[in-house]
C-alpha cells in the first residue's frame, strides 16, 4: 500500500512486457526492449548512482540512482516536458502574438498511420503538412505571397485516453513579414470555420497519396472526401497565446508538452485478474473519467507512443526557426517599427525555470545539520567506479577523512567528472 505510483507503472512492464511481446510480434525489437529496459531500472541504485555527503558533520548521506531520460519513462517525461517548455520560451519571439492550433486526423487514415509508426518517415511529412497548410492559409488569408511567418509543430501520437490518436499542436505567429514593404502585417480576422477545414483536409490528403500511391491508399482518399465534405477538424484555440511569461508557460505545458499519463492517474493494477484502472481527462466534458483495461492494452496504449529512433517531435519552421533567431529578431523589430509597433518591458521574453519540484523533504540538504550535500562518489553499472572523493583524497597524499567527522572538501564538479577518460576510474580533476 506505501508504494509509490511510478513503481507500479514499472511493475506493470515487468510484470506484462514479455507476454504482450508475444501477442504483438511488431513490438519484440532491440529497440523497443532497450526503451522498456532503461525504463523498468530507472532510478534503480543497483544499475548506477551519484552519492551526496555532508562535508560539514559527515553523518548526512543521500544516493540518488540515475534517470533513464526517455521520453517513454512517466518520471522522466515530466523532466522532458519542463525541459521543453524552457527550450521554446527563449525561441519566442518577444512582441508577437500567437496562436494555437490543433490538427487532428480522421479515424479512418489511424490505421496507416499505426501501420507506419517505426518509420518516422510518415510521421515527418506529417509535420510538414501542417507547415505547407499554415503557409496556404496566410497567403490566403492576407493576400501575399510569401509572406515571411513561422510556427511551431509538435507531434502527439495519443489521446486524453491513451488510445492512438496522431496529432498536431501548431503555434502559430499571428502575422508575418511582407517581403516587399518589409512591414509586418498581422493576421486579419477571418472565420476559420469557413475555409480552413477544408484545407487541412486538402494537404492531408495529398501528403498521404505522396506517401503511399498505392490502390487501396487512394481508395481511401476519394472515401474521405466524400464522408467529410466540410473537411477536417482543426481547431483554433479561442483567443491568442497569453504574452505573459508565467502565463505562456503555464499554457504551453498544458496543451503541448505533458506526458499522455501521469504517475497519479494509474489508480491499481490487479495482476490476477488482469485489470489496470487508471483515470484522464475528458477533453470534450472536463471532467475526470476512470477507466479499467487488461494489462496488455494498457502497456499496448503505452508502448505505441514510442516515437521511431531519431525522430523530432518538435520542428520550427519559417522565421521561427532557432538558427537565424536572431536575425529574424532583427527583421521583426524592424517590421513591427514600420507600423508603428514598439516594445515594451513586458514585452521581452526570459528564461523561466519550470522544475517546481515538491519533496517532503529536500533530498539535497544535510538532515542533521541542513547542509548542502557534496557529491561523494559516481558509480556505473557500466564503467564501475566513476569517481570517488576518497581515492581523490589518497591520490593527493591526503589520508582519507573518518566516517563521522569529515572536513569541508570542494569536490569536483559532476559535469567534468562525467568526462572521464578511463571507464574504471576518473582522474579528470
Known sequence: MGEKKDNLFIKILQHGWENFKLKHPSYATEYYDSIIEKTVHCRDPKFGYIEYRCMN?????????????????????????NDFIEEIMVKLHPGVVYRHLILTIPEQLRILFYRNRTSGDLYSQFMASAKNYIDDVFRSVTGINNLKAGCVV?????????????????????GGIDPFSEKWIDLPYFKYENFLPQKWQYHLLQMVKDFDSSDESIALVKKLWKLYPKGFVNNFKKGDVP?????????????????????????????????????????????????SCDVNTFIGRMAQQILPK??????????????????????????????????????????????????SKDPRKCDYCGSDLEVWKIWSEKYGTIYDAVFDLMKNGVS???????????????????NF??????FVL
Open 421 to 426: 577518460r578511463e571507464q574504471q576510474l576518473c
Open 310 to 359: 531519431k525522430l523530432h517531435r518538435i520542428r520550427y519552421w519559417g522565421i521561427q526557426h532557432p538558427s537565424s533567431y536572431q536575425k529574424n529578431r532583427q527583421e521583426i523589430n524592424v517590421g513591427l517599427r514600420k507600423i508603428g509597433r514598439t516594445l515594451n518591458s513586458d514585452d521581452s521574453f526570459i528564461a523561466y525555470a519550470t522544475g517546481n519540484w515538491k519533496w
Open 243 to 291: 504574452k505573459k511569461i508565467k502565463h505562456l508557460v503555464n499554457y504551453l505545458a498544458k496543451y503541448v508538452s505533458k506526458p499522455s499519463i501521469s504517475i497519479g492517474a494509474i489508480k491499481s493494477c490487479d495482476f490476477e485478474k488482469d485489470e489496470v484502472v487508471y483515470e484522464y481527462k475528458d477533453h470534450r466534458t472536463k471532467k475526470r473519467v476512470v477507466t
Open 400 to 418: 582519507p577523512p573518518s566516517e563521522a567527522i569529515i572536513p569541508v572538501l570542494k569536490i569536483t564538479k559532476v559535469s567534468e567528472v562525467l
Open 154 to 174: 509538435v507531434l502527439h501520437t495519443a489521446g486524453r485516453s491513451g488510445s492512438y490518436n496522431p496529432h498536431l499542436h501548431v503555434i502559430v505567429m499571428a
Open 57 to 81: 558533520c559527515g553523518q548526512g548521506i543521500h544516493r540518488c540512482g540515475f534517470s533513464c531520460k526517455t521520453k517513454f519513462c512517466i518520471h522522466c517525461a515530466r523532466k522532458s516536458s
